[in-house]
Every structure is written in C-alpha cells, then in structure tokens.
C-alpha cells in the first residue's frame, strides 16, 4: 500500500490552523496513524484508529476519515507543533508510512 | 510508559554485518510486540520488522528479508536485530518501538535510535 502525502511542506502562522491530508492507494477501512517527529527526535504517536488520540495528545489534534481518505487537523497552531508529520497504515503488509508533511512557520 | 534505548550502530562496509539491541524498561516488555523502523537521512520512515511477544512470529518487509533476523529475550527486555549482507541503502537511523500487535500494528513508545551507515 502506498500512502501519499500533501502538501509536502505546508507554511502556516501561530494560531493558524492546518490541515494534512494522506491517502491510502487502497482501501485500508480505519487503520491509519499519525506521527510527529521533531528534528533529532524520535516520532510520537499522535493519532490511531484515523480518529483516535492517543495518552497525552492535547484535543488540537484531530484525526478523520476512513477508506483511502484521511485528514489531520491542528487548530490553533502552537509553536512547538512545527515539525513533521507522517501518516502510517496498518490494514495490510508491508506496514507503510507516506512521506510527511513539514509544517513550518 | 516504556523506555527503549537503543544501541550497536555505526560504520560498517557495505557486505558487513551489524546487530542492533534495544532495551527496555518501565513496562512489560514481554506483554508487546515489538517493531523496528528505520530513516534514511533526510527521509521518511520505513518499517522493518516486528516481533510477536513470545518471539513465534516474525515479519519483515520485502528488502531485508533473508538478510535481517528479528528476535527478542524477554527475560533481559531487549530486542535485537540482526543484519546481514548491508547495503548502502540500509543506511539510515534505526528506531525500535512498542507494537500494539493483534491486527493494530501501530507504534506507542520509541527509542531515540542508533545510526547505522553502510559505507566504504
């Protein structure tokens, strides 16, 4: 399975919102999850099951879609939200990531 | 919460062998499957392979199969992988992470993850 990303580099303000989207080259029903990784750092879960945040993740985070359609939402951008992002399916194997969004100021 | 640490990069030639060990603590580690996903720099992330909790199933993607070895020793917490016939396209940070397993093959706790580079 292929999982496409876009934008790949999205400029946004503080405060702004934003919006990621990833798609899944087939149908991979709820099975998708959001990633976070900041230069130098580890990722971090942020988002399972397409919706579903996981401990400690602050409600900015929002997670949507299902079948080939997914979406990320960060209201209110904070500064330390800029960093990569990535989605990850886990409907088939391979497990495969898309290639990230960079959300920079 | 689980702590991962991760250890055994480094320079290798191409051909060469390396085995990567991650250890953890503050959580069950034998109640976890466990992962290993790897970046090349400057790119995105690819998973590698994962463990069941009592080691009776592996998995692998395509590229490093009959190359790399998954396995664990729950009695130590550790996980190791074992690599083989490096290429240089195996270079790259490799991370070891929790793996919820049961059909949810996403990644909780992550280590800081060790370097590898397979070069002449």
């Known amino acids: 399975i292929v999982m496409t990303q876009s934008p790949a580099t999205l400029s946004v303000s503080p405060g702004e919102g934003a919006t990621l989207s990833c798609r899944a080259s087939q149908s991979i029903t709820n099975q998708l999850a959001w990633y976070q990784q900041k230069p130098g750092q580890a990722p971090r879960l942020l988002i399972y099951?397409?919706?579903s945040r996981a401990t400690g993740i602050p409600a900015r985070f929002s997670g949507s879609g299902s079948g080939t359609e997914f979406t990320l939402t960060i209201s209110s951008l904070q500064s330390e939200d800029f960093a990569v992002y990535s989605c990850q399916q886990y409907h088939h194997w391979p497990l495969t990531f898309g290639g990230g969004t960079k959300v920079e100021i | 919460e689980m702590q991962l640490v991760e250890s055994g990069g480094g320079l290798v030639q191409p051909g060469g062998s390396l085995r990567l060990s991650c250890t953890a603590s503050g959580s069950d580690f034998n109640n976890y499957w466990m992962t290993w996903v790897r970046q090349p720099p400057g790119k995105g992330l690819e998973w590698v392979a994962n463990i069941r909790q009592d080691g009776g199933e592996e998995c692998y993607v395509d590229s490093v199969k009959g190359r790399f070895t998954i396995s664990r020793d729950n009695a130590q917490n550790s996980l190791y992988l074992q690599m083989s016939s490096l290429r240089a396209e195996d270079t790259g940070i490799y991370y070891c992470a929790s793996d919820r397993g049961h059909s949810f093959h996403f990644f909780d706790y992550w280590g800081q993850g060790t370097l590898v580079i397979a070069s002449s």
């Open positions: 099951g397409a919706s």
